[in-house]
């Protein structure tokens, strides 16, 4: 089906662990976004790609790095895993045609730091 | 900056009532996009409804509409006849047509449906 695939739905890391959660669209979309949502705080963005071979800091980068590969595969990397980091992460996707829709959104990844 | 305000963390209605959620916005932009997104247990983000800020007539889709005052920044969501399940975290959220397309989520509000 098309859509955003995240990897993987869950994960417990350690203090200072690292790890990449991966991203990829199949619907040729542009645009790629990576949220975390906490309770009580929505959804607030970290980094975004509005195109293949560009990133941008969102409202909250510090401690994530991105990459976008290509067009289909947006990573958003922790290097030094910190229990402030502990939260549901989303990937999102949006194309030039789609704006009018919103995101297609992954099935989001919940991660733990302990 | 754009922001999305949700005043009421948490509501509850009874099972086929109306229930009507609140979302302010602060803009100074003319062209938007207007979302309701929902969020149910299984976690996955579901677009429940859209409002262009150019029309005038308020969207609906089947027991979902949405009351959008534009000078007031105003975009409610009214759900008719609750079921159980629209038991939901509900989104209220922003969008400017820009290249990046970024979205601004309100903080949510929890729906429960009272059986």
């Known amino acids: 089906n098309a859509g955003v695939t995240q990897t993987p739905k869950f994960q417990v890391l350690k203090t200072g662990q690292s790890m990449t959660l991966q991203c990829a669209q199949d619907?040729?979309?542009?645009?790629m976004y990576w949220y975390r949502q906490d309770p009580g705080m929505g959804l607030r963005l970290i980094y975004y790609?509005?195109?293949?071979?560009?990133?941008d800091k969102g409202e909250v980068p510090n401690g994530y790095n991105v990459s976008r590969l290509n067009k289909r595969e947006f990573s958003l990397r922790l290097e030094s895993a910190a229990p402030s980091q502990t939260s549901v992460y989303f990937c999102?996707?949006?194309?030039?045609?789609?704006?009018?829709?919103?995101?297609?959104f992954g099935s989001g990844t919940r991660l733990t730091v302990v | 900056a754009q922001t999305v305000t949700q005043s009421q963390p948490e509501m509850s209605v009874q099972e086929a009532e109306t229930v009507t959620l609140s979302c302010t916005y602060d803009?100074?932009?003319?062209?938007?996009?207007l979302f309701w997104y929902k969020q149910p247990p299984s976690r996955q983000m579901i677009l429940v409804i859209r409002?262009?800020?150019?029309?005038?007539q308020n969207a609906t889709e089947n027991r979902f509409s949405v009351n959008f005052q534009k000078a007031a920044k105003s975009f409610s969501l009214k759900i008719s006849d609750s079921q159980l399940g629209d038991a939901a975290m509900y989104f209220c959220?922003?969008?400017?047509?820009?290249?990046?397309?970024?979205?601004?989520f309100g903080k949510g509000t929890r729906l429960h449906i009272l059986p």
């Open positions: 999102a996707s949006s194309g030039l045609r789609d704006r009018y829709y919103g995101y297609t």
């Open positions: 619907m040729n979309h542009n645009s």
């Open positions: 790609s509005a195109s293949e071979g560009t990133t």
């Open positions: 803009t100074s932009e003319s062209d938007y996009y």
């Open positions: 409002q262009e800020a150019y029309k005038q």
């Open positions: 959220a922003y969008k400017t047509p820009t290249r990046d397309d970024k979205i601004i």
